[in-house]
């Protein structure tokens, strides 16, 4: 009977393995910390500053029912 040959086509099993980047993960983990050592307020700030915006604002709003509803 006639059967496929066995042996894949493709050389992939010849390519080097990937080394693991341990100094890019590293440099990422350093630069994480530095920011949430230095920059945490301004994250803070940056991630729930709208909650304090819409407290202060909402409030102040009026809205024209009848023209929001009017098609244009």
Same mark, same amino acid.
């Given at each position: 009977?006639? #059967?496929?040959? /066995?042996?894949?086509?493709? !050389?992939?099993?010849? @390519? /080097? !393995?990937?080394?693991?980047?341990? %100094?890019?993960?590293?440099? @990422?983990?350093?630069?994480?910390?530095?920011?949430? %050592?230095?920059?945490?307020?301004?994250?803070?700030?940056?991630?729930?500053?709208?909650?304090?915006?819409?407290?202060?604002?909402?409030?102040?709003? #009026?809205?024209?029912?009848? #023209?929001?509803?009017?098609?244009?």
């Amino acid at each position: 009977m006639n #059967e496929a040959d /066995p042996s894949p086509s493709d !050389k992939s099993d010849d @390519l /080097p !393995k990937p080394r693991f980047p341990v %100094r890019r993960i590293g440099s @990422l983990v350093a630069a994480l910390l530095l920011l949430l %050592r230095c920059g945490f307020q301004m994250g803070q700030t940056l991630l729930f500053g709208w909650i304090g915006f819409a407290r202060r604002v909402l409030p102040a709003m #009026e809205v024209n029912w009848p #023209e929001s509803f009017r098609g244009q």
